[in-house]
């Protein structure tokens, strides 16, 4: 490389997520050259501080997604040609790919049809290692290395015969507010049987997960109530599905206190007991976190009939992480009210059931830890791939 020229780096970043860890790479880019890197592509308010012009806004990619996909497939159609060639007519040093696979992938594709000297590293493994497994070997020939930020996907992508991978790490391993709460959580805790236990609810931050489960964790806690517990129940949300959030729990005994502030959420955390969620990433945050939990989840009719493509053994993050049931899952109708009240129970008292959940937690931070900061891996592993 000339070292008196800029780096050229397109980029393909939808999610707010996605756009984060594009600007955190480019800057780690800059660090390790010392040189100025120039941005093409698409991403959002982070990528577009660092001098990103977007070909169009990211949010136009966000929301991809089996349905999503048809609906505005012509339009999507559209946006991936045009977003491949500007990625070629620019002829940048590297394509980094970042997430939103239905759309960035497939902009990869063209990219290495119409110009394969283009390197082209792809930011967050796509889950193959839970379903559709040989969409990894389909990427090899159009992706040249993949970062991953799950410990165990750089062996699964290798296994599967896809392309190689580099663990470089989770942002919520250095988020400020899981710190914190692992941190409070850390702290010598009250488990006598007499005291107001604090309990996190979880339902899920899409409009389907709270509808379905809302019910079954209302009664949950009507049943934890008549047993004798006293509770304080605090529901951290989102602004989106807060209006539906309101509305279904207006008729549980115990009313939550709902919670859309990012710091207080944290602060529930470390204040928490126990947790009963919807399975998703949280299942991570509080892993992370050191809150014992009890994840569920009920499908919809579409996905339950898509459940034979999935060939992962459990959903929850922190037990694939440490490859052991660390988490307890419940499914469709083995969500049961009075048996995530009494799981609830074993895990607001100091109980073997909650060591193993602790312990399990702790191996989750020793496999997710690295020695760098994500951003330095990831631009070591780009920068390997520049000629």
């Given at each position: 490389m000339a ?6 780096i397109?980029?393909?970043a939808g ?12 800057q ?5 050259t010392?040189?100025e890197?120039?941005?093409v592509?698409?991403?959002?308010r982070h990528?577009q501080a660092l001098?990103l012009?977007?070909l169009?806004e990211g ?7 089996f349905?999503?996909v048809l609906r ?7 946006r991936?040609?045009?977003t491949a060639d500007a ?10 790919t ?5 759309f960035s992938?497939r902009?990869a594709?063209?990219?290495r049809?119409?110009d394969p000297?283009?390197p ?15 969409r990894?070997?389909?990427?090899r020939?159009?992706v ?6 799950l ?5 699964e992508?290798?296994r ?11 942002r919520?391993t250095?988020d400020?507010?899981v710190?914190?709460?692992?941190r ?7 488990l006598?049987g007499?005291?107001v236990?604090?309990l996190?609810?979880?339902p ?7 509808r379905?489960l809302a019910?079954?964790?209302?009664k949950?806690?009507s049943?934890l109530r008549?047993?004798?517990?006293r509770?304080?129940v605090?529901?951290p949300?989102v602004?989106?599905v807060?209006?539906?959030?309101r509305a279904a ?5 115990e009313?939550?206190e709902?919670?859309l502030?990012s710091?207080r959420k ?6 928490a007991?126990?947790a009963?969620i ?6 991570l945050e509080?892993?992370l976190?050191g809150?014992p ?8 009719p579409v ?7 999935i060939?992962?053994w ?5 037990n694939?992480i440490?490859d052991?049931?660390?988490?307890t ?5 083995y ?7 009494r799981?609830?129970e ?9 060591a193993w ?10 496999r ?8 330095d ?6 920068l390997?791939?520049?000629?």
């Amino acid at each position: 490389m000339a070292n008196d020229r800029p780096l050229k780096i397109a980029i393909v970043a939808g999610e707010e997520s996605g756009d984060l860890l594009g600007a955190d790479l480019v800057q780690a880019l800059k660090r390790a050259t010392g040189r100025e890197v120039k941005l093409v592509g698409i991403g959002g308010r982070h990528l577009q501080a660092l001098g990103l012009t977007p070909l169009f806004e990211g949010s136009e990619i966000a929301l991809m997604g089996f349905s999503a996909v048809l609906r505005d497939l012509p339009r999507l159609m559209r946006r991936i040609g045009q977003t491949a060639d500007a990625v070629a007519g620019e002829k940048p040093d590297c394509l980094i790919t970042i997430d939103s696979p239905d759309f960035s992938l497939r902009v990869a594709r063209k990219v290495r049809a119409a110009d394969p000297t283009i390197p082209i590293v792809h930011y967050v493994c796509p889950s193959v290692w839970a379903w559709r497994p040989g969409r990894a070997v389909a990427m090899r020939p159009y992706v040249d290395h993949i970062l991953c930020i799950l410990p165990f996907e750089a062996k699964e992508l290798a296994r599967l015969g896809g392309p190689p991978g580099t663990y470089v790490g989770h942002r919520l391993t250095h988020d400020p507010g899981v710190l914190a709460a692992a941190r409070a959580q850390g702290l010598p805790r009250d488990l006598s049987g007499d005291r107001v236990k604090t309990l996190l609810v979880l339902p899920g931050s899409r409009g389907g997960e709270v509808r379905r489960l809302a019910g079954p964790f209302g009664k949950t806690i009507s049943i934890l109530r008549a047993r004798g517990h006293r509770l304080r129940v605090l529901l951290p949300t989102v602004p989106h599905v807060a209006d539906l959030v309101r509305a279904a729990v207006a008729s549980w005994d115990e009313k939550p206190e709902i919670i859309l502030d990012s710091e207080r959420k944290w602060q529930a955390f470390g204040k928490a007991d126990a947790a009963l969620i919807a399975s998703g990433t949280v299942s991570l945050e509080l892993a992370l976190s050191g809150v014992p939990m009890i994840s569920c989840y009920r499908l919809d009719p579409v996905m339950r009939l898509a459940q034979r493509l999935i060939t992962v053994w459990s959903a929850a993050l922190p037990n694939l992480i440490v490859d052991q049931p660390v988490v307890t899952e419940h499914y469709n109708e083995y969500v049961r009210p009075a048996y995530l009240a009494r799981q609830l129970e074993a895990l607001f008292s100091d109980t073997a059931y909650r060591a193993w959940q602790k312990d399990g937690f702790a191996e989750v931070s020793r496999r997710m830890a690295t020695a760098r900061p994500s951003g330095d891996i990831a631009a070591d592993v780009v920068l390997n791939h520049i000629k």
